[in-house]
């Protein structure tokens, strides 16, 4: 039988972590190699060209399209406000007369006496890309962004909904399997991250957004309450995208489910720093976890290498996290690693395992769809 290899969650208290920050379009890079940042300092900015607006000035005054410099009050290069007026004819005897105005805020980009049109572009969208993590830049992107490296705490979810926030770490309840309700949560938690047990009740989540805290970090999630607080339903292919006031990052997976005893104490241990969280979770080809990451001040925690596929290798007996449908979440331990190829429902020949799920369940499932936990 040939060795088997899985991923599993990152869960460590001091390693060194790099996050590559990229414009989406080419731009301008404020950084350079070396420069310490700070989590919201702007590393790369870019312009998005605004809308040109076409505005019909020659057809409005009832002119010749060849007249239309003769009655413009603004060149090329010009900026405009809203509503402001951009050409008036002279009209009768210095009455009636016509005007143009601009339909929008912007700069005057063209001018046309073939067609009688006057081009107004408005302003440019900014994009901006901060460092996300407190750091040092070790990597330039010219035009593009920079590479931050950071040395300190990393801990991966199995699922999360929500962008990137920055808060400090609040725990809120005093055990892992104890759940987190709104009695838990009071008005000074504003701007924090509040860490749960082995869940979070939909209330808990309704109240959090009202009080203002930007991340919530337990060990599981009922599916109907995470529906019920997006307000649509939501699959586990991509997320990270929701328009939603706070980042919810889950350690073990849907349902109340007990935070891994060590998960629970790292994040005990960091109670009152600042964190970097995002709860963007792709678990299909090109796997994103979400992720809180807790730069290092004084670590009492060894240094530890992010782990290799060595260290990853699937045993008999090893605990696993089933990370697709239709047992995702579930946890349990390989009973057993058959060698031959098995045809799954896609109609492709993988390779499985059979394992025994905490329920006392037997299933077999592709060996890609399964992950190692660490115990302890």
Do not use: W
């Not at 957004?209 to 060990?219: D, S, T």
């Not at 891994?260 to 709860?279: D, W």
Request: aromatic fraction near 4%; hydrophobic fraction near 40%.
């Amino acid at each position: 039988m040939g060795t088997a290899y899985t991923p599993g969650l990152t869960v460590s208290g001091n390693t060194i972590v790099r996050k590559t920050r990229r414009l989406p379009i080419k731009g301008e890079v404020l950084v350079q190699e070396g420069d310490m940042v700070e989590a919201d300092t702007v590393v790369a900015r870019a312009y998005l060209p605004g809308i040109l607006q076409t505005v019909r000035v020659a057809q409005t005054l009832g002119i010749e399209p060849k007249q239309i410099r003769e009655v413009l009050k603004v060149k090329e290069g010009d900026p405009v406000e809203k509503d402001q007026v951009i050409a008036e004819t002279k009209g009768i005897f210095g009455l009636f007369r016509g005007i143009c105005k601009s339909p929008v805020r912007g700069t005057v980009e063209l001018i046309s006496p073939v067609t009688g049109h006057v081009g107004v572009r408005e302003p440019p969208t900014v994009i901006e890309v901060n460092a996300y993590v407190r750091g040092r830049v070790v990597q330039v992107i010219p035009e593009e962004g920079a590479i931050i490296e950071t040395q300190g705490a990393f801990i991966q979810g199995i699922f999360g909904v929500g962008g990137e926030r920055q808060g400090v770490l609040r725990m809120r309840v005093q055990s892992p399997d104890e759940v987190l309700t709104e009695a838990h949560l009071n008005d000074d938690l504003a701007g924090t991250i509040v860490v749960g047990g082995a869940g979070i009740e939909s209330g808990a989540l309704r109240k959090a957004a009202r009080l203002g805290i930007v991340g919530i970090v337990a060990g599981g999630i009922r599916d109907a309450d995470l529906v019920e607080f997006l307000g649509f339903d939501i699959g586990v292919a991509i997320t990270g995208q929701e328009d939603i006031p706070l980042s919810v990052i889950v350690t073990e997976g849907f349902g109340v489910m007990r935070m891994a005893q060590r998960t629970f104490n790292l994040l005990k241990s960091l109670e009152g720093r600042l964190a970097s969280i995002n709860g963007a979770t792709q678990i299909r080809a090109g796997v994103i976890r979400p992720e809180i990451i807790v730069p290092q001040e004084a670590s009492d925690h060894p240094f530890e290498a992010m782990p290799t596929a060595e260290s990853q290798q699937l045993s008999i007996g090893a605990p696993i996290r089933i990370i697709r449908e239709p047992y995702f979440g579930k946890l349990g331990r390989v009973r057993a690693l058959p060698p031959e190829l098995m045809e799954i429902e896609s109609g492709a020949r993988v390779r499985v395992l059979e394992a025994e799920l905490e329920d006392g369940t037997m299933v077999t499932v592709p060996r890609a769809n399964v992950e190692i936990i660490a115990e302890g």
